[in-house]
Structures are given as structure tokens and as C-alpha cells.
């Protein structure tokens, strides 16, 4: 590993990106990330593969919730090929997986051990595995291993009162609490109080590619590997190497090409810890790759809630008051992430509005189900269908138009920054800036919002069950603390760009090149980032929370321009000129008088300060630098959804006929990119309000365990979808004025097809659950 | 999710097959394996020898034969799809068809591991129950034939005996001139339906001379409308006499489960047949 | 155990595998082509998708046996001397692949329709399309670069 060319890692002001389009930045340019995908070249974890490697299978619990008697793995372990077959007795001195995101305590006897002891709790659960010769034999002998479970009855509904745990342990482990205003006066004052109950589905990320996990141990080195990493692998790294007592240092991670993550990939999981602890103990690679089946209930699920919630208003429609109860259908465990999607939910449900009082309290509450945690846009695609279910009613009751309500509660730009006297995540929530009327103008007038009232009138003249409507909402991204990235010229020219960020497939190689080139003067192509791998760099904070372009973006920029200053520095002396003469243009040194007139190659630059050459004698060489970016807050991107929809009389089908996502992220790296990342989201948000829902029967079996069961939406459900990338507020919190990309997609969609179902309907609140089923529906239009 | 052992023949001719089939036990027959695939992978069989039927060239093939269409057990559902006869004279086929599945399905899936495997959501079941095909079987005992109304006894259980399978099927092309069409409910785009409905109206003298309507997904094996069909016979085909057929969908007795309530698929089957009916009669030729 | 010819990409492979591995083990583990991925290894997501004698299938819904002697291609097929099929290069231009592991399924399928008709409408490009599960793109782009390579104007 190179040093660094300097040493200066202070947070100090850099210049701003300018604002527009750059040369490279802002522009359109094709992935790097493409050429091995189209070509198949491509490193999924299943790809990964090691000589003697052995297949790990993990049984599960077929019960929701039992006292798990005994396990026989005689026949197992009988079976030719089989290596060893271990139950939570064989790894009783691994403690269970902690928790990287909360700052709730008293979740620890929640958390979930790497193999079921005592007690199962979701169908699902890890109970035992098996090593084997491959994963063919490793299934059948799974199948030989027989649990002794006494069934115990199951909890799955969050909203009844709390069971006990364990003993002295409740299933509502706290209750997340946030309130500022005098909310009883706004509820006393008020003009109109709206109550609604409203529930939102269990859905989940599902990416195409299962999780996978390959350990080996190097012996030789004394070095463990876990290849299939993504998100978060440098925590990952810590955690795997406490709980197995070894050195951080002698652990490394891997993430190669990734299938999708959607917030559920790359958490710490129990196959993660079991092929690691197996590598060591077996001393054989050991390879374990979830199957579909195994997915749908031992991957996080996400999103099921209950809501209660109050609005105060005033004659006009104004927000007094929120007051929300909820209740998060948490499932067995308490997983990574903690309590943090009923913080997001909490902090983040008032949304773009103004609210002088709000008082929310979110029960968080354990079930049998299969854990829960994140999924993209978290605790916000929740509380903005709640949200705007609560505007439209709002609407609906002083006769108002729903636009106008929501024009009229949305925080204006003079009222930007907007702090509220709130945190989410551990910060304040402080909307840094935004033009949300604008915005909305904009969409309203790109989807012809007018026009499409009288077309809507004149359709339903004729029969027709049509509708349509809104979801406004506010994201978070940019989660700090910090980010850094190191970037190193070669003597070809070549950059090489080491970040401690992950790439879970949504382009980061691409922006974190086009951001280092802009700023240094090179082809975006000539960059090769490395990314998702600790022993390349000491620390990282992956890929999640809208944050990878934000932070890492901003320390790559930073990091660009202190090479850049270095690499004119050197050429200065070189070209006997001041450095304040010189550019980079397209990788070569040139005077800012004559851009056309290549001086000098930038490789020639870094080979000039190696550390063979006279010019470094006493200094630390090479043309490189390392360079940090902090943040204390949160960046805060918003948008606004529109739908149409139609509904089929006759069976209660929601046809979704037209769709926009407004989206304002400050600026776009590349709008391909981010219209990529709307899309994408889009139809994810698009799976959650019509199709997909982890079901369960009601002894906690689950139902949706294949793709025939759990309904991704195919292309023939897509709508054709518009979108604006908005760059009307920028950042001022980085450098560049980004704002995250990857969740406003999602966010808004469950708030505006409910909304539109609604006003097909011509039912104000007819829709109170998402997914919004055709039988629902079909109900809805008898009654 | 994969296969248990099981161990592997492929005969080469139907004689080899039906040997097999009499000789193993625990045996299974693999056709297209679109659904016995999936059923291995996730364990839900455990045979002890599979028979594969793929190179038996006897048992693919279409063939017109007078007045009926006859089909091999093994032919492809896209090679059926395709086929410009099935396009031209039994159009309702091919578009029951054309909802089976998809490209990569059809491509392999078979007309008669369809039928076989009787599940009771799919198009190529209703549709053959609506088309009165007539089924082949072959046995140790010598071959016989079934109409398709006589194939399914329950839920996914044929009428074969244990040592028989299925060789082929023959369609009757119309010669009377007549209006059908075949229409479903799924949640996505190539899902197995949850209710499908395949009308036949024959016209006579501008008026219904007889109708065929079958329901598909509503019970366990594909269920004729008769009441309706009765009802519908010599009447007007208007709305009025649609609605009136489609009401005899409410004394159904439908499968029930949390996902799809009985009430649910008895109003999906009236909306279903409402359309069937209506699409079937602009179809018809009524000069 | 059978011993089984797979002519793959124009290589012909011979390999030993049990009755029960599937195609796409055999493809992927034994052939050591692993552009073809498995999403769901039953039958719906069709991330597996290659073509055999020339049409699209689910290499999950096969046993390797049962392709014994056929013609098999999978993505790392599609590109010739090094020149990326016309389709893979459309998929980078319009930006059809995100995290990609839907894109060598997505390929071989698209590759399977536009050769059996190289006029196929929009409809049946749409129709054809939805056979397989994308959870990035959003399909859009998906269509896009398939309608590129028909030579048709963005919608």
C-alpha cells in the first residue's frame, strides 16, 4: 500500500464544483461497471470459487416458534461426503450478531445467535449446518437432520399487546419516542381533527442474486477471507474477526460484482459468521449459497407497519398537529440495524410540511416472522403513504383540492434551512434547502395536471373507473460521519481510486470516476476504482443510505483536486512556469493560455515524482493523496409523485396507465445514472402498493416462499414513467451539491397510487393497506 | 433447491417407455418439466427413477387427420402456438395458449405434460376441456381413449392408471361456424391464471344456437357452466343474456384459500364469462 | 453418473454429472461458464435463460442429460473476436444493466427473439420481455436497447 502524498487529512474548505454541467460530470457517459457484466464476465459470489472448497447448507426451522427439544444429525453425518454437521451447541462460544445502527439500548437480548438455541422464533431460523463434498450432497443430507420442536403458539400481529420474550424480556423491547409543539393545545384549538388507521405490507428488497458467502482460511498468512461481502464490509471485517478473537488485520473482505442490494445485502448475517468460523476450523474453503426458498425467509424483510394517526388542522388546512402511533412488525430478532427503521419513521414522517406540534410514538415490536430491517427507503415509504393519506384526507374533509392542501402546508424556500426540533439517525433534522412549491409546479405541469382532471371527468363520463394522484415527499441521504478516498497516478497515466465504499450494482465506479476526472482533467475511462475491499484500505463505510455519492463523492473530489495542485506543483518545475499557469487537460499538463497544446503527460508528472527521482529526496513520493469528507448532517433530497391508475370493474385490478417521479438531488453526476436509480425505484415502490407481500398463515407459515408466490412485478406491469431530474437546489453542505439519488423512486409510490385508487374510486381514505389488492378493490366497488 | 438422486432412463421408443413405466417403481415421466422441475428442485417429489420422453420422435408431432387435429403428448406449447392450423381453426387454443407461461416455458413446456400434471389454473387444461379434446392413452394393457371431460378425477389426479401415460390428443375442428374465446385473470403477465373462462358460442339464425362456457381455477378440476349454457341456448346475445349467464357463476362452490376467497373467484369467474361471451360472440359469424 | 456432450458457445465439452444436475449447474459449474446466473432455480425469473438449438429456455428446468448433443449459447457467446454483440453494446448505451445479474438472462432471451423474428413488433417484444425478472432497471432501458438494435427510434 502506497502512502499518501501528503499528509494534511484536515476537513479544509474546498472549492465548490461549479455549478452546470462539467466536461465529464453531469454528463451522460456509459458505465465502467459494463463491459464484464454484457460479456458475462462478471464475479457474483457464486461465481466465486477455491479448490476443495466444501458446500454449506443451512437447515431451518419449519415452526415459527417452539422450544427447539433436540436435533438428530446421525443420518447426516452418516452420509458419505459429509464433513460435519454442527447445532448451536458446536458454536456456543460464538456470540450472537450485534448491532451496527441504533442508539436504542437494552435491544441486546434480542439479537439473534448464528444457530437456534433454546428457542425458535420465525419458520426460517437457522437450526443447524451442514459441510459437504457439494451443494447437491449438502442438501440431502440437510434434509436428514431432524428437529425435535415443541410448538409453542405464535405472535403475528404486532398491534396486540406485547408477549414475553423471554422471561423478564417483553416483545416490545422500547417504544421510540419523539415530540416537540404543544400537540394537546393544536388538537384542543383545532378546526378539524382527522384520524386514520393505515397499514402498510411486508415486501422487501429481493434482489436477483441470493445472498452468498465463500471463507477461506490462508494458514500460510494466518489470514481469513469472506468473499461475497458488500455494503458494509468494514464493519463486517471488525465485528467477524471480535467475535472469532482475531485481529481486525487478519480478516479481509471481499465484495466482487453484487446482484442487487436494496439495503438487505451485506448486513451481517449468521451464514456469514458459520462459513468463516468453518473455514477456520475445517481448514477447507467453505461455500454457501442461499438458495431462492431460503431467501424469501432468512434475508431481511422490511416495511410492515401499523399506523394510528391524528391531524389537527386549521380552517385553511394547516397542519397544527401530528400525533402518530405505530406499531413495526420487527419479526423474530433484532438484526443490525436495530431500532433504526422506527427512528427513520419516526423522524422523518412530517415530511415537507410544516408542523408546529408532532408527537409519535413507534412500538417496536417482535413477531415470528423473519426479521426485518431496511429496505430502500426506509421508515419513508411507510410514513409518506401514511403522510399523504393524511393530506388527502385533510383535503377530503374541508372540501379542499388535494394539491392546494399540500401547497399550502409545504416549507417554503424562504423558510430553508429548516430546522425541526427533531433527530433521526443521531442528527438533527434540518431540511437544508429546497424549492418543494416549485417542484411540485414543475411535475404538476410536465404531467398536464389540469387537463388530466377533465380528461379523467370525460373518461369516467363514459364508464371508465379512472383516477389519479399525488404523493409528495422528503428523503435523507448522505449519512455521515466521514468518508475517504485515496487516488494515485501511475507512471502510464492510469488512476487508480481506492474508496472504503461499496458498489451493490448502481454505478458507484462510474460517478466516483467521473467526479475524480472532472476535477483532475483526465478521461473518466483512464480511472479504475477499487471499492468494497478492506485490505485495500483501512477503513470504509460501504454502500447504504443514499450516502456513496455524497461522501465518498465528495472525499474523491477533494482528494482529485489535492492531486491535481501536486501534479501542477511538480510540473511547474519541471516547465520552469507558475503553477497558477497550468491546467490539466484530457490527462496531459497545459497552460491555461493554450489548452490545445499538450505540455506534458500527467503520467510523466507522477513518474517525476517516484521514488527513484532526484525531485522526491526528503519528501514522501508519489503523485498521490488521501482526503477526507465530513458531515454532521444530513442531506435532504425531495420530490413529488403522480399517478394515473385504472381500475378494472370487474375484477378490482389497478392498472397503473401513467407515472412521474420529480426529484430534486441538487446536481446529477450523470442523469442517466440517476434516471436509472428513479426507475429502478420506481417499480421496486411499484411492487410494494400493488403486488408484493410476505404472507403468512396464521400458525406463522410463511407463504410466499417462491417468485410464483412473491409477485416482482414483469415488465407487462410498468407503466410508461416520466421523470424529472431536478437540480434546482443544491447541496450546501458538499462540495459538489449532491443530494442522494437512490431512494426517491421508491419513496412516493404507495402515497400517490393510493391516492389515485381513491380517486378512481371516488372514495376519499377507501385505501388504508398497502399492497392494494384487486379483491380489495373489487370489495370496494360493491360496497 | 436441488434435485434429489433419482435415476435417469430415456427410452427410445413408446414401447420402451411403457415397459419402464410398468417395470420401476416409483417412477415419474419427465416431458417438458416446467412444473415437475421446479417441483424436484424445492423437493416436493422423490422419484426413484425418472423416464424421460424427450427422444421419442413418435410422441411430438401435429397432424391434421380429417376433421380433427391431432396432437402428440410430447409436442412443444410453442410448437402448437405456431402452428398455422391451430392459427387458422382453433384460434381459442392459441390464445389460451399464448397465456401459458412464457417464450422459454413454451419452449419446452408440452401439450401433454400440461394436461398430466392438471393443475388446476392452467390454460391448456380448461381449454381442452372446452374443446372436447379426445385423449390418448397408452398402457401395458394396450391404448384407449378419454374425453377430456373424463380426465381429471381431483385435484391434479388424471384418469391414467399408474403403468399408463398419455400419448396424444385430437381437437375437432369446427365446421359450424362458431365464436370462442378464451380469457383470464392473473396477477402478472404469464402467471398461471387464477380464474380463465373459455366460451364457445355457435349461432343460429342470428340468435345463440348453443353455447360452451368452462371455468378454469374455480375448482379443482376445470367446471362446465351448464346451467348457463342452457340458459343461453336459443336466446339473443345481448348484454342482457351475457349478464343472465354470467349470474350462474354465483352459485359456484369455489376453492378457498387466504390468498383468493371463495367469493373473489366466484365474481372473477362472472366477470370472465361476461367477457368470454361478448368477445366470443363478435367473433362469431353470424351472416 | 452420465457421461454428457454439451456443445456450448461452440466448444464442445465433455462432461461426467448425476442425472439430477441441472443444465445451468452443468453450464456454470462444469463448463466453468458462469455468465449464467440462477435467480430463483424454478422456472420464473429467468436470470438462467440460454438458448438451445437457437431458442430461449430455462437452463433450470433441464437436466444437463437431457441437452446431451444439443447447441447451447450463453452470453460469453455473443461476442465475436472480441467485439461485443450488437446487443451488448445497446444494453451500455442505454443503460439496461444496473447490478447486471439479470443481463446475461435478459441477453440470451432478447437474442433468442430478435433472431427467430428480426420484425418482431413492439408488442411482442414486450410480451416476450416480461418472461424475465429485473429488479434494477425499472425494464425501460431494457426495452429501449432491444428496440435500438431493431432499429427503432426511442419511444
Known sequence: MSAAGEKDYQASPSPRLAPGAGRVVGQRVTRLEDAPLVRGDGMFAADVSFPRQLAMRVVRSPIAHGRLLSIDTAAARALPGVHAVWTAADVADIPPIPFRATKVRGLEPYCQPILAAGRVRYAGEPLAV???????????????????????????????????????????????????????????????????????????????????????????????????????????????????????????????????????????????????????????????????????????????????????????????????????????????????????????????????????????????????????????????????????????????????????????????????????????????????????????????????????????????????GIGFFVEKSGLGPSDGVRIAVDKTGGVELISGAASVGQGVETVLAQICAEALGIDYRRVRVVRGRTDRIEFGNGAHASRVTVMSGSATYRAALAVRAMALETAAGLLQAAASELSIVDGHVVRLADPGAPLMPLGEVARHMGPDSALMVGRTPGLSAERWFHSAHMTYPYGVHLAVVRIDRGTGEVRVERYLVANDIGRAINPMLVEGQLAGGFVQGLGGALFEEFRYDETGQPLSTTFADYLIPTLAEVPPLDLIVSEQAPSPLNPLGVKGAGEGGTNGVGAAIASAVDDALRRPGAVVSLPILPRTVHALLRT | MKPPVFEYHRPASLTEAVDMLGGLENARLLAGGQSLMPMLAMRFAFPDHLIDLNRIPALAGIAEDGGTLRVGAMTRQRDLLDHPVVRARLPMLAEALEQVGHRQTRNRGTVGGSLCHLDPAAELVAVATALDAELEIAGPRGARTLPMAAFPLGFMTPALEPDELLTGLRFALPALPQGACFTEFARRHGDYAIVSAAAILWPRDGRIGRASITLGGVGPVPVRLEAAEAALAGQRADAESFAAAAACCGALDPMDDAQVPAWYRRRLAATLVRRALTTAWERADVR | MHDVTLCLNGDVHRIRVEARRTLLDAIREDCGATGTHAGCEHGVCGACTVLLDGEPVRSCLMFAVQADGRELRTVEGLAKDGVLHKLQQSFIDHHALQCGYCTPGFLMLAAGLIEADPDLSDAALIDGLSANLCRCTGYANIVAAVRAVLGRAPS
Not at chain 1, 186 to 213: C, K, Q, Y
Not at chain 1, 249 to 255: D, K, P, S, Y
Not at chain 1, 439 to 458: H, K, V
Open chain 1, 130 to 468: 451442514v459441510f459437504a463434498d457439494d451443494a447437491y450432497l449438502a442438501e440431502d443430507a440437510a434434509d436428514l437432520v431432524v428437529p425435535d420442536i415443541e410448538e409453542l403458539p405464535p405472535v403475528l400481529d404486532a398491534t396486540a399487546e406485547p408477549a414475553e420474550f423471554l422471561p423478564g424480556h417483553s416483545t416490545e423491547p422500547t417504544v421510540v419516542r419523539k415530540e416537540y409543539g404543544d400537540v394537546a393545545a393544536a388538537f384542543r384549538d383545532a378546526h378539524a381533527i382527522v384520524e386514520l388507521a393505515l397499514s402498510v405490507g411486508r415486501h422487501s428488497g429481493v434482489p436477483l442474486e441470493t445472498r452468498g458467502a465463500i471463507a477461506r482460511y490462508d494458514a500460510s498468512r494466518d489470514l481469513l477471507e469472506l468473499h461475497g461481502a458488500a455494503k458494509k464490509q468494514h464493519w463486517n471485517r471488525d465485528e467477524i474477526a471480535r467475535l472469532l478473537g482475531r485481529p481486525p488485520a487478519g480478516v479481509h473482505l471481499f465484495e466482487g460484482h453484487v446482484g442487487g442490494g436494496f439495503g438487505v445485502r451485506g448486513e451481517l448475517y449468521p451464514e456469514d459468521l458459520l462459513v468463516c468460523l468453518a473455514a477456520l476450523r475445517l481448514r477447507r474453503p467453505v461455500k454457501w449459497i442461499e438458495d431462492r426458498r431460503e431467501h424469501m425467509v432468512a434475508t431481511n424483510h422490511s416495511r410492515q407497519q401499523h399506523h394510528r394517526i391524528r391531524a389537527a388542522v386549521d380552517g385553511q388546512g394547516r397542519l397544527l398537529a401530528i400525533d402518530d402511533v405505530f406499531f413495526h412488525d420487527q419479526g423474530g430478532y433484532v438484526r443490525t440495524h436495530g431500532a433504526r427503521v422506527v427512528d427513520l419513521a419516526a423522524g422523518m414522517l412530517p415530511g415537507p410540511y410544516r408542523l408546529p406540534a408532532y408527537r409519535v410514538a413507534g412500538h417496536f415490536r417482535l413477531t415470528n416472522k423473519t426479521p426485518a430491517a431496511t429496505y430502500r427507503a426506509p421508515g419513508r415509504f411507510e410514513t409518506t403513504f401514511v403522510r399523504e393519506r393524511v393530506m388527502d384526507a385533510i383535503a377530503a374533509r374541508l372540501g379542499l383540492d388535494r394539491v392546494e392542501v399540500r401547497r399550502r402546508n409545504l416549507v417554503t424556500p424562504a423558510e430553508m434551512p429548516h430546522a425541526r426540533p427533531l433527530d433521526t439517525l443521531g442528527t438533527a433534522v434540518v431540511l437544508d434547502s429546497g424549492d418543494y412549491p416549485g417542484l411540485l409546479d414543475t411535475a404538476l405541469d410536465r404531467f398536464g395536471w389540469t387537463a388530466l382532471q377533465a380528461d379523467l371527468a370525460r373518461r369516467r363520463g363514459a364508464g371508465e373507473c379512472v383516477g389519479a
